[in-house]
T-cell receptor, first 112, second 115 residues
């Protein structure tokens, strides 16, 4: 069985501060991991994905995530938050067959 | 490249009525997915198609939900009869194939309100 847990349903950061969104996964086989962003009234947009190549993955808009097998984590970071980063962020896990299992999401607020 | 198209964008119906949603995936994408996203939750997979065949429909409430992808391109998801708890956003996604790690591309969703 596969699942992801996103710690913190709401995260607030000041503009220019570090963004850290947490994701822990559970998978009986080597996972593929994704981060998606969802802006209000829109679909999900891919930020980045891990597919067993480099453990540090760089994505769009300055985001990156590190796969840590020992900690079963795939946390999303960005060095400096921008107002446009305010959105809902979802972590997802999949393996063969490509059925995605999403977390419950983290709402990011950026304070001016 | 055109993205995943969905219609309608919004729908309001009364309980026990029926409703249908349409999805047109990215051209050339063999795999199509329907998700249900209830407010405050992550998307939940309802059904996955590979071309015109069903790969996974284990979480589809088959007593009221049905979906088809007859020609292996666009797809329709139907709810009949609708219940209050069906109020949600219905997202369609597509990917090139169903190999693990394939990126899924999402449409804008259809927001359903059941009164």
């Amino acid at each position: 069985a596969q699942s992801v847990t996103q710690l913190g349903s709401h995260v607030s950061v000041s503009e220019g501060a570090l963004v850290l969104l947490r994701c822990n996964y559970s998978s009986s086989v080597p996972p593929y991991l994704f981060w998606y962003v969802q802006y209000p009234n829109q679909g999900l947009q891919l930020l980045l994905k891990y597919t067993s190549a480099a453990t540090l993955v760089k994505g769009i808009n300055g985001f990156e995530a590190e796969f840590k097998k020992s900690e079963t984590s795939f946390h999303l970071t960005k060095p400096s938050a921008h107002m446009s980063d305010a959105a809902e962020y979802f972590c997802a896990v999949t393996n063969t067959g490509n059925q995605f299992y999403f977390g419950t999401g983290t709402s990011l607020t950026v304070i001016p | 490249e055109a993205g995943v198209a969905q219609s309608p964008r919004y729908k309001i119906i009364e309980k026990r009525q029926s409703v249908a949603f349409w999805c047109n995936p990215i051209s050339g994408h063999a795999t199509l997915y329907w998700y249900q996203q209830i407010l405050g939750q992550g998307p939940k997979l309802l059904i996955q198609f590979q071309n015109n065949g069903v790969v996974d429909d284990s979480q589809l409430p088959k007593d009221r939900f049905s979906a088809e992808r007859l020609k292996g391109v666009d797809s329709t998801l139907k709810i009949q009869p609708a219940k209050l708890e069906d109020s949600a956003v219905y997202l369609c996604a597509s990917s090139l194939g169903l190999a693990g790690g394939e990126t899924q591309y999402f449409g804008p969703g259809t927001r359903l309100l059941v009164l």
